[in-house]
T-cell receptor, first 113, second 116 residues
Framework: KAGVTQTPRYLIKTRGQQVTLSCSPI?????VSWYQQTPGQGLQFLFE???????NKGNFPGRFSGRQFSNSRSEMNVSTLELGDSALYLC????????????FGPGTRLLVL | DQQVKQNSPSLSVQEGRISILNCDYT??????FLWYKKYPAEGPTFLIS?????DKNEDGRFTVFLNKSAKHLSLHIVPSQPGDSAVYFC???????????????FGTGTLLAVQP
């Protein structure tokens, strides 16, 4: 089985711009979550989607949003980028048989200048 | 408020010896725990997990121990190999609304260096 894929792998934006990141989960996985990793805050949960519905949301401002499509692919969007949004953005997918493990993609490295 | 803590930022171990990585948590609602290994600029790789109904889970060279009364878990790697050198994160989750949730709370990580 192919793993979780994320595109693009690297991105450079300037303050005030907006960005969209994409995630394709493992085939058959219907649940997708997003995390942000920064040196100062570590790995932090952004949001979780299942069957195109947001099921859970972390403590991030409304500039961070996401969605999930009927094929389980997910996108996250960050509007009005700030320097502090520079981070590694990770997507994880999970099956839903009990408490199955989350499997992470390689991440998208976003640099905001 | 850091609900999952890894108090040792780094650990150095000789090849062939045991590596013990520790993790403490404060939220008694956590009922599922995982360990991930991570290299820089890559996504975390799942290693092993444990449910709160167990106190030990073993998978090859990796064993996770859970002490619920102390709110403490540990990852043992035996024998340690140079390829194990990476940052190790423990993570925890709590049920939400009676069902499973994807929201993992991560510790800050421990950098393991296995010396040849």
């Amino acid at each position: 089985k192919a793993g979780v894929t994320q595109t693009p792998r690297y991105l450079i934006k300037t303050r005030g711009q907006q960005v969209t990141l994409s995630c394709s989960p493992i085939s058959g996985h219907r649940s997708v979550s997003w995390y942000q990793q920064t040196p100062g805050q570590g790995l932090q949960f952004l949001f979780e989607y299942f069957s195109e519905t947001q099921r859970n949301k972390g403590n991030f401002p409304g500039r961070f949003s996401g969605r999930q499509f009927s094929n389980s692919r997910s996108e996250m969007n960050v509007s009005t980028l700030e320097l502090g949004d520079s981070a590694l953005y990770l997507c994880a997918s999970r099956g839903l048989a009990g408490r199955e493990t989350q499997y992470f993609g390689p991440g998208t490295r976003l640099l905001v200048l | 408020d850091q609900q999952v803590k890894q108090n040792s930022p780094s650990l150095s171990v000789q090849e062939g010896r045991i590596s013990i990585l520790n993790c403490d948590y404060t939220n008694s609602m956590f009922d599922y725990f995982l360990w991930y290994k991570k290299y820089p600029a890559e996504g975390p790789t799942f290693l092993i997990s444990i449910s709160s109904i167990k106190d030990k889970n073993e998978d090859g060279r990796f064993t996770v121990f859970l002490n619920k009364s102390a709110k403490h878990l540990s990852l043992h790697i035996v024998p340690s190999q140079p390829g194990d050198s990476a940052v190790y994160f423990c993570a925890a989750s709590a049920p939400k609304g009676g069902g499973a949730t994807n929201k993992l709370i991560f510790g800050t990580g421990t950098l393991l260096a296995v010396q040849p």
